[in-house]
């Protein structure tokens, strides 16, 4: 979840003149290329396998029963696999790359970010999940829908959905063939975009088929596969500075090559206006819009009860923290053992530092052992982008078949809605597959951070207000949707990461007219405004119409006091 690195132009210098080849594999050569490749490979057929092992079953079971099982997974998981779904989903491959990128290039600021990474779900665990998942039965449209009924706002909730999603799926579906060819050592833009094609048909292939179940299942094998090489890999780097983290991060501070500030505030934001309110910004867009990103809170609603669903919060908080405190290491081990010249090299945003801050841990000498290390950490870099596309995939898929067409007036059967699901599936996979070939040459950065100002500028005020708010009301709702996701893309255009620096994405041009990174200092306030006024400029009677449906409604949402029904 790199937010906001924006290495300067002194920074981003180029590998070794001659030396096409990335580092960590002119190292260690067709070896680590052909087990990766195999490794790969073994990835996908098993995974998708297990998504069609695992899938809803229509034998001998009502057609109720299939359809609550591709949406929740029959709500089969325990607390302790729930938690690991949940933490598998809110560790996409933006964050596992992007974050340690930033440790390794700023020090001090991306341990602050790492840190609100977890911080932000807890917010959830402790302010939504449980209203969510008593107000919600299958999407986030379920849940405002509780107590604001009306097909505009279930429409206005899957469109806020997908503006929230497709830009981060695009970034990691585009970033998959630059991992691809970054690990098996090729630079061929055919065969990125064949990559790219590819992979995105194995991630519709894993929301059509599997469903939540499938998609569940693909997330626990990656957050094992996270911890587990991620503590091997720290182990290496620890072990390399005598297991004392004072030598570990003084050796980080002179691999930075920033001296002092690298321990300091406000290196990831030198070139801002105000560094201290760009800070505060990016931790505010991280908190607020990690913690209300659909695809993660559709796992709420696949947890049997409230009880349930904070236990697996617990979980899953506890399984994000240890994976922080994993990436630190190995981000202070990459700017230590690899240096911020060869990573700002190899990718200015530092989304190598990862694999290049593995190779620096296993030292010059490649035994198979340390290649079978390597190839486990890139493997499970691949599984990530597998796995975190497929749950976004999903989260839009369910909530344009479930919010849109199965309440358009006309009651369908829940074998159509089901049969609806996989092709929204497609729909929504075909476009992002399209749309990341055409990206895949441009800095994605600005669509990480846009996603993340989406979920806390706009998904962030619906669901404090719908969820809490007795007085709000459909109008405020759809001012608050509208408003804060126009918001949020307008401020988008005028930031330093779309135009007038070196790093950005269109570095020829300049017109940077938002002093700020990233756009949560004004957009999120926004979006709580426009939630406000919509209300309180409704009509009285709407007003009290409204503020007695929820009512009527809310011990359920609070303490889920009434029994969910089934239709």
Not at 75 to 84: A, I, K, N, V, W
Not at 308 to 320: G, I, K, L, N, Y
Not at 474 to 490: K, M
Request: include cysteine.
């Amino acid at each position: 979840m790199n937010l906001t690195a924006q290495p300067s132009a002194t920074t981003a210098r180029s590998l070794p003149p001659g030396d096409d080849t990335p580092l960590a594999l002119a190292e260690f050569g067709p070896t680590a290329q052909t087990m990766s490749l195999v490794a790969f490979t073994a990835v996908a057929t098993i995974t998708l396998l297990l998504c069609v092992l695992t899938g809803p079953d229509r034998h001998n079971r009502d057609e109720l029963d299939e359809l609550d099982e591709f949406y929740t997974g029959y709500r089969g998981l325990s607390p302790f696999r729930g938690g690991l779904a949940i933490a598998g989903d809110y560790i996409s491959a933006a964050t596992v790359l992007g974050t340690v990128g930033v440790i390794a290039l700023t020090g001090y600021d991306g341990v602050v970010l790492a840190l609100s990474t977890g911080l932000s779900l807890v917010l959830l665990m402790f302010l939504l999940a449980e209203p969510l998942r008593n107000a919600g039965r299958f999407t986030m449209g379920d849940a405002i829908g509780r107590r604001l009924p009306g097909r505009s706002v279930r429409i206005a909730v899957c469109g806020a959905t997908i503006a929230a999603l497709l830009p981060m799926m695009l970034v990691q579906l585009a970033g998959a063939g630059d991992l691809v060819a970054f690990v098996l050592g090729f630079d061929n833009a055919g065969l990125k975009t064949g990559c790219i094609v590819g992979l995105g048909v194995l991630m519709i292939s894993y929301a059509a088929i599997g469903g939540m179940k499938g998609t569940a299942l693909i997330q626990l094998v990656k957050m094992v596969m996270l911890l587990g090489s991620g503590a091997v890999v720290a182990g290496l780097v620890m072990s390399r500075f005598g297991w004392s983290p004072g030598e570990l991060v003084a050796a980080a501070e002179k691999g930075s090559g920033a001296g002092p500030a690298y321990l300091r505030s406000g290196l990831q934001f030198t070139d801002s206006w105000s560094p201290r309110i760009d800070m505060i910004s990016s931790e505010l867009t991280v908190v607020l819009g990690g913690a209300c990103l659909p695809h993660v809170t559709m796992r709420m609603y696949a947890s049997r009860s409230a009880t349930e669903v904070r236990r697996s919060m617990s979980w899953a908080v506890s399984a994000v923290v240890v994976f922080i405190l994993l990436i630190a290491v190995i981000g202070f081990g990459a700017s230590a053992l690899v240096g911020r010249e060869l990573i700002a090299g190899s990718d200015p945003q530092g989304n190598t530092a990862l694999l290049l801050g593995t190779q620096g841990a296993l030292g010059p000498d490649v035994t198979t052992v340390e290649a079978l290390v390597f190839t486990a950490m890139a493997t499970t870099i691949f599984l990530t982008v597998l796995a975190s596309v497929a749950g976004m995939i999903l989260a839009c898929a369910n909530s344009l078949a479930h919010d849109v067409f199965a309440h358009r007036g006309k009651r369908i059967s829940a074998r159509t809605e089901m049969t609806l699901a996989r092709v929204s599936a497609l729909a929504i996979g075909v476009p992002t597959i399209v749309l990341a070939t055409f990206a895949q040459h441009r800095t994605l950065q600005p669509l990480v951070v846009l996603s993340f100002s989406l979920g806390a500028s706009a998904l962030a005020p619906a669901l404090v207000y719908g969820l809490f708010w007795r007085r709000f009301t459909r109008a405020g709702l759809l001012c608050t949707l509208i408003g804060g996701t126009t918001g949020s893309i307008v401020l988008m255009t005028g930031t330093n990461l779309v135009s007038g620096s070196p790093g950005s994405a269109f570095p020829g041009m300049d017109f940077n007219w938002f002093p700020f990174t990233t756009t949560g200092i004004v957009s999120i306030p926004l979006g709580f405004l426009l939630g406000w006024l919509g209300t309180v400029l409704s009509p009285r009677v709407r007003r009290t119409a409204q503020r007695r449906q929820y009512e009527a409604v809310e011990r359920r949402i609070l303490a889920g006091a009434v029994r969910r029904e089934q239709g």
